[in-house]
């Protein structure tokens, strides 16, 4: 379909509209994000948007979304997946899917269409992914630590996308951990050796006494380093594919993830 610009303008700005009238609203951003997963999730509860949900819920935990202080990029970040998200409900709810949109709205359409695991982690991602690369400049105003923790974050769920597309690798047993319906990604949410509680994130310099904390930064380290490090190029260049965002490609230096400064320069890399 031949793109109508004066449609696709008015329901740009009535996603804007929506994604600002939350801006300074952390629990309105969850409420918004679970009104669309309850019709749109296709499952029981949120459905494919469970995991989503819980990221949310970890973020306002954690105060990066708080209207005083908080994190200008976690906040943009969150808020352009929010707009694309409700981009496309809109534009599907006045059927207007057939436009030319760009990537991240395509594919949260596609998913609407035809909800699986793996459209969902299209859609999602690409809509993170073109956050990280539009928001750059002000993820180089992070902490080191805080921009380090930005790569495994992405990289984590690039990775968790690679298991449910590929379904190769850990198989069965890698397909559960990594599905956005099941509770194991909340479960790591609420684990703070993998997603801090603390803003901004620190490494650690203390020796870790308490038995469950070094099985946690074991975990951490099996992870980020064994697991997902060694094949960061594939699978960074098969998320570019999948997610439509040939950029991703770029996110690296040397075949480990440096964001935000593989992107800008600088020479300050993420490591």
Request: hydrophobic share 40%.
């Amino acid at each position: 379909m031949a793109p109508d610009h004066g449609e696709m303008e008015q329901l740009r700005l009535r996603a804007q509209a929506n994604a600002r009238s939350v801006w300074n609203d952390p629990c309105g951003r969850l409420a918004l994000r679970q009104a669309f997963y309850r019709k749109y999730g296709f499952g029981p509860g949120y459905g494919f948007g469970t995991s989503e949900i819980r990221f949310i819920e970890w973020m306002i935990r954690r105060g990066v979304l708080d209207p005083r202080g908080g994190s200008p990029w976690w906040k943009a970040v969150s808020g352009m997946n929010l707009y694309h998200a409700e981009l496309a409900r809109l534009a599907c709810e006045q059927d207007a899917g057939g436009l030319e949109w760009e990537a991240p709205v395509r594919l949260w359409l596609d998913y609407m269409a035809r909800p699986s695991e793996c459209l969902w982690y299209r859609a999602h991602n690409s809509s993170v992914v073109r956050s990280y690369i539009e928001h750059a400049g002000i993820a180089a105003d992070e902490q080191r630590d805080e921009q380090k923790f930005m790569n495994a974050v992405l990289s984590r769920l690039l990775y968790a996308q690679w298991i449910v597309g590929k379904r190769d690798g850990l198989k069965a047993l890698g397909w559960r951990l990594a599905h956005p319906t099941l509770p194991v990604i909340g479960a790591l949410l609420r684990r703070s050796a993998f997603y801090p509680i603390l803003y901004p994130a620190r490494t650690k310099h203390s020796p870790l006494t308490r038995p469950l904390a070094a099985l946690d930064e074991l975990g951490v380290h099996i992870l980020d380093n064994i697991l997902i490090l060694p094949q960061a190029s594939a699978l960074y260049r098969q998320a570019a594919k999948w997610n439509l965002i040939p950029e991703l490609a770029g996110f690296l230096h040397n075949n480990c993830p440096a964001y935000p400064w593989s992107l800008i320069g600088g020479g300050r890399f993420a490591s």
